[in-house]
């Protein structure tokens, strides 16, 4: 396991103003009183925590109110002095942008083009951009590619350099925006198939990490898909891996998208549509099809079948 540290948020003694934000604490979404402040803290980390830590994200969700009521040009600025801290006594570590969610389209408009605008001032001081890809409530897999889409159109209006996009939190249910977006349990199939999906399209759209939030040993009331041990969604984590992991993988973009996987001198192929259903010819070589949830079938190449939201696999076995 690699570590990705969160620097933010402002603690009460230190907070400009003690009156934005109230979580964690009193001032937590405030611009910290000085910058010498900043600069020290990030020195503490980075010097006594360097060879325990991959990587360092600025803050967390700072569209939102929140956690961040400065402005995104102050955000910048903070980026950019741990950037230089963190390059002297961390040099190999990573160093991710303050993260922002998309589903809250006017918060993402306000802060993330200014954000990206104040980091395009300052040379781009980050080796990796974040974001928070939950879809609303009522959303699917299939909103979370739209907002890869968002993001990459705001990346690219910002002439910003080709540097790894991470989704350091992504889950399904989290209740909102609004009254119309009631938190939803998500559990059994869909629950495999979407965490399945989610990590199929971070490869197939070249997400480079995908941050599942959250591994808990007990239910976590906040969100839709629950990762405990026994879980669908941890089994559908967990066969997913056992299919990705180890292997060089290559995706395409269909109605019914496709992974193929190379793996020990194997080749292997996952299919699954982001909505509705369609037809797939069943590779030369595969004899067995399994799904997210770990059922398996026997299967014939050459053979068509339909494929919808659960991702199944193709192979010799």
């Known amino acids: 396991a690699k ?4 620097l933010g948020s402002t603690p009460t003694w230190a907070a400009k103003n003690k ?6 604490n009193k001032g937590a979404a405030s611009m910290p009183s000085s910058m010498k402040l900043w600069k020290n803290w990030v020195t503490a980390v980075t010097k006594r925590y360097a060879a325990s830590i991959d990587a360092y994200q600025i803050w967390n969700e700072a569209n939102l109110k929140t956690f961040w ?28 942008s303050a993260s922002s969610t998309v589903r809250l389209t006017s918060a993402y408009n306000k802060f993330f083009p200014a954000y990206l605008k104040g980091l395009k001032k300052r040379k781009w001081p980050v080796t990796a951009y974040s974001v928070h890809l939950y879809p609303n409530s ?34 399904y249910g ?30 197939r759209l070249g997400i480079d990490r995908t941050y599942w939030y959250s591994f808990t040993p007990s239910p976590y009331a906040l969100l839709g898909i629950q990762m405990i041990p026994g879980s669908a969604g941890s089994l559908g984590y967990a066969t997913t891996y056992g ?12 109605p019914v998208n496709t992974c193929t996987i190379v793996k020990n001198g194997a ?44 991702p199944t696999w193709f192979g010799a076995s």
């Open 174 to 203: 989290l209740a909102g925006p609004g009254a119309s977006n009631p938190k939803v349990n998500i559990d059994g199939d869909q629950a495999a198939a979407w965490v399945s999906q989610t990590y199929l399209d971070s490869a």
């Open 19 to 24: 009156k934005q934000g109230t979580y964690p």
């Open 3 to 6: 570590t990705l540290y969160v």
């Open 267 to 310: 080749t292997s192929t996952v299919a699954w549509a982001s909505t509705g259903s369609g037809s797939f010819i069943v590779p030369a070589g595969a004899t067995n099809s399994v799904t997210a949830m770990n059922v398996s079938t026997p299967v014939t190449a050459g053979q068509t079948v339909t494929i919808g939201s659960m």
């Open 243 to 254: 299919w990705m992991v180890g292997g060089s993988v290559t995706c395409a973009t269909a």
């Open 69 to 96: 009521m400065g402005t995104p040009d102050q955000m910048a600025d903070l980026t950019n002095e741990a950037y230089k801290i963190i390059r002297k006594n961390d040099p190999t570590a990573q160093i991710v």
């Open 138 to 171: 009522l959303g699917t897999p299939a909103d979370r590619v739209s907002y890869i889409a968002t993001v990459r159109k705001s990346l690219a209006a910002a002439g910003a350099p080709a540097k790894p996009l991470w989704d350091t939190e992504v889950n």
